[in-house]
């Protein structure tokens, strides 16, 4: 077999189909609505399994819902949010007619209704409401308290109602939430259902009977055991809306799932370029950098990481990549003694990897990997025929 070049994407489209499987299982109710967080993995294989499973899709900029749109999603099935719309992405999608738009301020439901004006169309709003929530997740992935950039702060509602209500284009679709992201600890989403039910107490006692609650995603998977949790626990997430969420008649429950759908069926294959001894510490320079996977540099993300060419004693290594910028390292891990050529794997890549890639140092870019593909299976022949 021809020598892939790396460092390059792997995604696993059985776990893909296996984990959308319990997920629709585990929704059941005909009620729950998913859309999937584009901006986790924009392939467009994945994407095509989101289509084929029923989800419609979650969009934070107007490039994202033009092309949701080109891979054929419905624009009904598309939810825009985002902090920062600018006047063409509303344009894009107030005369697209998407489901929804979650405007995230005031000042943003003036211009979304100057647009709708200009368009001489309607546009159906849900109002992002930032509840103050502490996600119990890494403080960069937090989006619900107010230390956050997102959302209407709850106890101003009524302001914004007052505001819609100005506007005859705008259309009061429902409430949006959402927390923050890797969310394992899934208590906060009890907490959020709680927060939900007291302001839809006080809407239908003012009259109001939104239509809609979205109330985001987060859901988080096991970075530290991804082969003991491949799948994450849609179960329990589920259960929980379903047990405290109050949801009144014909009522309709959104959700934006991301990560837990995707983030452990990719992999970033990766070949070791020197193995470097210091008085401190030994290095395993790798062809992967912060160019290829930024979490790690920018969350201080830790991902399992596997030599799949050796089978020799362990020994520490501090796993760098090649890019000229200390924070390009993905930590001290305990690997099979390790040598130049060794191929290594890094695990839980799916979601917030290739995504996030950049061409820094001009480090050009790799075509990813896919399962069905005939050179996935040569590629994993070879290698399990040398190991």
Not at 63 to 79: K, N, P
């Amino acid at each position: 077999m021809q020598k892939i070049q790396t460092p390059f994407y792997y995604y696993d489209l059985d776990l893909l189909d296996q984990t959308l499987s319990k997920m629709v299982r585990a929704r059941g109710d005909s009620s729950f609505h998913v859309h999937y967080a584009l901006k986790a993995n924009a392939e467009a294989k994945i994407l095509a399994k989101m289509k084929a499973t029923g989800l419609g899709v979650d969009c934070v900029s107007g490039g994202e819902v033009r092309y949701a749109l080109e891979q054929g999603f419905g624009a009904d099935q598309i939810v825009y949010a985002g902090v920062g719309k600018t006047d063409w992405e509303l344009e894009l999608a107030i005369s697209s007619e998407v489901h929804g738009i979650n405007c995230e301020s005031i000042e943003e439901l003036v211009v979304i209704a100057e647009v709708a004006n200009k368009l001489q169309k309607s546009a159906n709003v849900y109002l992002r409401l930032n509840p103050n929530i502490d996600a119990k997740t890494h403080p960069n992935i937090t989006t619900g308290t107010l230390r956050n950039k997102f959302g209407i702060p709850a106890n101003e509602l009524w302001l914004a109602l007052e505001e819609l209500a100005k506007y005859p284009c705008l259309v009061f679709a429902g409430l949006h939430f959402h927390i923050g992201s890797q969310i394992e600890d899934l208590s906060p989403f009890v907490r959020l259902c709680t927060e939900v039910n007291v302001l839809q107490k006080a809407l239908r006692d003012k009259g109001y009977n939104p239509a809609n609650v979205n109330v985001g995603g987060g859901l988080g998977i096991d970075y530290k055991k991804p082969d003991a949790n491949p799948i994450a626990d849609f179960d329990t997430y589920f259960e929980n809306y379903r047990r405290y969420l109050n949801i009144y008649d014909n009522q309709q429950v959104h959700f934006e799932l991301g990560r837990s759908l995707v983030g452990q069926v990719g992999y970033l294959f990766s070949e070791v370029l020197y193995i470097k001894k210091t008085k401190e510490l030994d290095f395993a320079i790798i062809d992967a950098g912060m160019s290829e996977l930024m979490r790690p540099a920018l969350y201080g993300a830790r991902h399992v990481i596997q030599n799949v060419s050796s089978v020799l004693p362990d020994h520490e290594y501090e796993v760098v990549g090649p890019i000229c910028e200390s924070t390009d390292t993905f930590g001290k891990h305990v690997l099979p003694t390790t040598q130049r050529g060794d191929l290594l794997q890094i695990r839980s890549v799916g979601a917030y990897g290739s995504v996030l890639s950049t061409q820094y140092n001009m480090r050009g870019e790799n075509q990813p990997m896919f399962s069905d593909e005939e050179n996935a299976q040569q590629f994993f022949s070879a290698l399990h025929a040398e190991v």
